[in-house]
């Protein structure tokens, strides 16, 4: 079973920046799509960002589009989200994801399966 672990969450003004990362183990990290999802308390959790297996393709939530952008390096077999101009309405505990298929073609919330811990993103007005 893969194992996913974000980091890199904290405290920061709004129009901050923070770089989260995502470790990923346990199962082979370039044949799967991988994504970030965020959760705020009482909040149902929501879709952020994904990137394609191939490395190829990305897409963005229409909220933080223009602000955030996924990326992967294969070599470390890390995700990354890289969020500017933050916002309060940002603030939540962020989750990487792995879709559950190898080699799966296009892009659906449902596939994904695998689940990492979170790092909480704090965004203060």
């Known amino acids: 079973q893969v194992q996913l672990v974000a980091s890199g969450g904290g405290l920061v003004q709004a129009g901050g920046s923070l770089r989260l990362s995502c470790a990923a183990s346990?199962?082979?990290?370039?044949?799967?799509?991988m994504g970030w999802f965020r959760q705020a308390p009482g909040k149902e959790r929501l879709f952020v960002a994904a990137?394609?297996?191939?490395?190829?393709?990305?897409y963005y939530a229409d909220s933080v589009k223009g602000r955030f952008t996924i990326s992967r390096d294969y070599a470390k077999t890390t995700l990354y989200l890289q969020t500017n101009s933050l916002k309060p309405e940002d603030s939540a505990v962020y989750y990487c994801?792995?879709?559950?298929?190898?080699?799966?073609?296009?892009?659906?919330?449902?596939?994904?399966?695998?689940w990492g811990q979170g790092t909480q993103v704090t965004v203060s007005s």
């Open positions: 994801a792995g879709d559950r298929r190898k080699l799966g073609s296009g892009f659906s919330e449902e596939n994904f399966g695998s």
């Open positions: 346990g199962r082979t990290f370039s044949g799967y799509t």
């Open positions: 990137i394609h297996w191939s490395g190829g393709s990305t």
